[in-house]
């Protein structure tokens, strides 16, 4: 690069990092100390602006979480000079913390998914992180996860680890009102979907075999929806349509689509992953699935037991809103966010 583009770059990050601190009413680049009085400043970063990044944000500092938040989208700065006047950065994903070199003293991460620091296979519990990620998290002043799965494992590898559960982005149904079974084929078999992007660890294969053999065996039907997010109207309405959720990932934070279709009445018919095991029970409120034989299995008894479906999706959702409610959750972000930043 020649002299003259260095400059150029040098320059057009200093006045976009300026004019970043300057839309958000700091008036100089060089942070100050805060009074002891003051609560401590927090700027939050994420990829992208949607509904469902709307909903986090909403969750977790909706209330009074005791920290003053600057909310903004990664590209409005160019480095992390931009972060001198804030007491800790918190960033959205790990990617993003290597987008800017990151200063480890002030720097949190969300991981919000094991792919993000081990391999997306099937027995990645049995592998090592991949290279060089353990040791960043390490350096971080804290890590923060959302699956007890997640702390434990990170935390015996010598993380600081903070774990702050989430819920549905989606409003969830009143007690005891799961929608009513609908079928929208017309057909007479059992609905069910799954919501997925077609990473590896979404195990697609899978998928595509379940949908071939309900449609065979003429029990039931498995939709398979891929692709980006819909908007929140248009995919509760979609969601609403199934009594049935199928998961087959090998990895998951959330996962979240599960715990959207939890809140809309759906029951899942999943693997073990992600936060679900933390408050759903094999046989009575979900139904885990190790292999294919088990997912045909679960998914054949339900369609010819129409009751247990309707039993089990009440039970279900009774759990689910037990379990997670807006209240409990900022809480928890009250009190991980005062013990990491005093």
Request: hydrophobic share 40%.
């Amino acid at each position: 690069m020649s002299l003259f583009k260095k400059l150029q770059s040098r320059f057009l990050n200093s006045y976009k990092d300026h004019r970043f601190l300057f839309q958000h009413g700091f008036q100089k680049v060089l942070g100050k100390k805060r009074s002891p009085t003051s609560l401590p400043s927090l700027l939050a970063l994420h990829d992208y602006d949607d509904w469902a990044i709307d909903h986090v944000f909403n969750l977790w500092f909706g209330g009074d979480p005791g920290v003053r938040i600057t909310r903004a989208n990664w590209d409005q700065c160019a480095t992390t000079r931009a972060f001198a006047p804030f007491d800790c950065v918190l960033f959205g994903y790990y990617d993003m913390l290597l987008r800017f070199g990151y200063a480890p003293e002030r720097s949190m991460v969300v991981i919000h998914d094991p792919c993000e620091i081990f391999p997306q296979a099937a027995d990645w519990k049995r592998l090592p992180p991949l290279e060089g990620r353990l040791e960043k998290l390490k350096s971080l002043r804290a890590v923060i996860v959302i699956s007890q799965e997640m702390e434990e494992i990170l935390t015996g590898l010598g993380v600081r680890c903070f774990r702050i559960p989430t819920m549905s982005r989606l409003e969830a149904l009143l007690p005891d009102t799961p929608h009513p079974i609908k079928d929208p084929s017309g057909e007479g078999m059992m609905q069910s979907i799954s919501v997925y992007r077609n990473y590896p660890r979404k195990n697609a294969p899978l998928l595509q075999k379940l949908r071939q053999h309900g449609v065979a065996g003429g029990l039931w039907n498995l939709q398979l929806q891929t692709g980006g997010y819909l908007d929140a109207a248009r995919y509760t309405e979609m969601l609403d349509q199934f009594p049935v959720y199928v998961c087959s990932s090998w990895q998951e934070g959330g996962p979240l689509p599960v715990m959207d279709a939890l809140a809309r009445g759906a029951l899942p018919v999943m693997t073990r992953v992600g936060q679900i095991p933390e408050f759903l029970s094999h046989g009575e409120t979900v139904f885990f699935c190790d292999g294919e034989a088990e997912f045909i299995e679960s998914l054949d008894s339900l369609a010819k037991n129409p009751e247990l479906l309707i039993s089990m999706r009440t039970k279900a959702h009774s759990a689910y809103l037990r379990a997670r409610d807006p209240k409990s959750i900022r809480d928890r972000v009250r009190s991980v966010f005062r013990e990491i930043l005093g």
